[in-house]
C-alpha cells in the first residue's frame, strides 16, 4: 500500500466496501452490541439554526485565529452569525473557552483542535447524538483526506504561505509536520500560524455547509462515511493506518467477547 | 529508554528540567514569540462553581456512561452536582452534546473523550483561557501517568474487571489497547466498557478535585507541568514519546523561523 493509500482512510474504506454513503443511518445499525444501544435519549435541547454564508463564516474564523486559536475560532465563525440571526445561547457562549484544544489538545498533536471546535457546534445545533457522531465522523475522514488548508486569503494576514497538503490524518501532529516539512518552517513560524488560521477557516466553512446540507434536508444528515466502521473493521478505536505505527506487526485484534 | 520511560512524559520532562512545579506561571512566560500572545482577552464569563463532593462526580459519571460514554458521562459528573447548587447555565448545558467524543472522537482513537470532557468542563467554569490551558495540560500528563482506572466500585455495574494499566498517552486506542491486551478481551465487550466507565469517573473525580483547588486557592491553579513543554522541547505540537512511531529516525524540528 503506498502513502497515499495508506493515508487516505476514505480510499481504505472504499477498497474494504465500508463506505455506506447511505441516508440516516444510525450507529444502532454498526452492529453494535445490545450494551452500546444509548439509555439516554439521543435527542436533546438543539440551540437553533439558520442557514450560514461559507464565506462569512471562513473569514471570520480566519481573522480571529490569533487570539483563539484552532477550536475556538472556528466556534467563532460559525456562532457568530448564528448568534445575530438566532440569538441566545449563541450571544452569550464563551467560545474562548476551548482554546485549550489547539494543538491538538493543549499541544500535546492529538486530534486537530478545528475538529473539536466544530464537532462542539455540531452538537449544540443538531440537537441530536446519531447527527452529530456522523457529522464529526465526516469530519475527521475530510480533514485527513483533503489538501488543505482550502481556504486562501487576497493577502496573508501573518505571511504568505506556497505549500498545501493532505494530512491522511487527524492528527495535529503529524498534520503540520507534513505541511512544515513541504514549507521548510518551524511551528513557531508566521507562516505555520498563517497555515493554521487558514485550515481553522476551511474546516469551519466545510462544517457550514455540512449544516447548511443538514438544515435543507429537514434537520437530517447523510453520513459520507460509516460511523464507527473503522471500529468494526479494526476491533478497536483507531485510524485504519495501521502500518504508520506498528510496522508490519500489526496486533490481530481479540474481535468477541471474553478470553 | 525502556517503556516506563518513554511512556511516561513527567518522568521525561523531569529529567529533561522541563517540569515547573511553579505557581501562577502564564503561556507568554513559556517563551512563544508574540504572534502567539493573545489578542482577545483571556478572561470571560464563568459560569460560577461550588465545591465539589470528588466521589459524587465519580460515581455520577460511572452510573451514566452507557448512555452517555465517556466524554459526555465526565461532563455529566461534574456538572450534575452545579446544576443543583450553582443553577443556571449547568441547568440547561446539554452534556449529551458531546457524547461525539467517545472513543477518541466518533471512534478514530485520538485523544481519550474523558480528556475532552474534563477540558470542556474546566473552560466553562474557571473562565480564564490560560487556567484551563494548564488544567488540561495536567490532565493530559495525569490520564498518560496513572495506572488507571482509579475508581472501583463496590460491585461492577456491567462486568467486572481484574487489571488496570498505565497508558502512557491520552491516545484512546494505545490507552484501550493496552488494557485490553492485558485483561485478554475485546473492545466490544462489557469488560471493555466497564473499565472506560471506570476510567471516566477517575477522570472526572481528579478534574473536580483540580478545580476545588483552583476554587480554595482564590481562582488561581498552580500547574503541575509547563503548558507547551513538548512543543517548546520538540518543535512541533507533541508527545515525547517520539521513538514509538519514528523508530530511530526521529526527524530534526527546524527550531528557527524561515527556510
Redesign the interface.
Known sequence: MNCDEACTRRVFLRNTGLVAATAGITLAATG??K??T?????S??KWGYNKLDTNEVANIAYE?Y???FCASTVLKGIFTPLAKSVGA?FT?F?V??????H?????????CGT??GA??A???IT?D?DT??A???DL?FYYGGTVLPVFKPATGK?AEIKNTTRAGT????IS??RW??EE????????R?ERCARVAASIAAKTAEMLNAWDAAGGTYAPVNK??A??MTN?????NNCT??HGKDV?K???????
Open positions: 453494535l452490541p450494551f452500546a444509548p439509555a439516554a435519549a439521543k436533546y435541547n480571529n490569533m487570539g483563539l445561547p452569550t464563551p474562548e473557552s476551548m482554546k485549550w484544544a494543538g491538538g489538545v493543549a499541544g500535546w498533536g492529538t486530534v475538529l473539536i464537532s462542539t455540531v452538537g449544540f440537537g447524538t452529530t457522531e457529522m464529526a465522523n475527521m501573518w487527524p492528527m495535529c501532529h503540520v509536520g512544515m516539512q521548510g518552517v518551524a511551528f513557531l513560524s508566521n507562516e500560524a460511523p464507527l473503522n471500529v476491533g478497536i478505536t483507531s485510524q504508520d505505527c496486533p485484534p481479540i474481535m468477541a467477547a471474553g478470553k
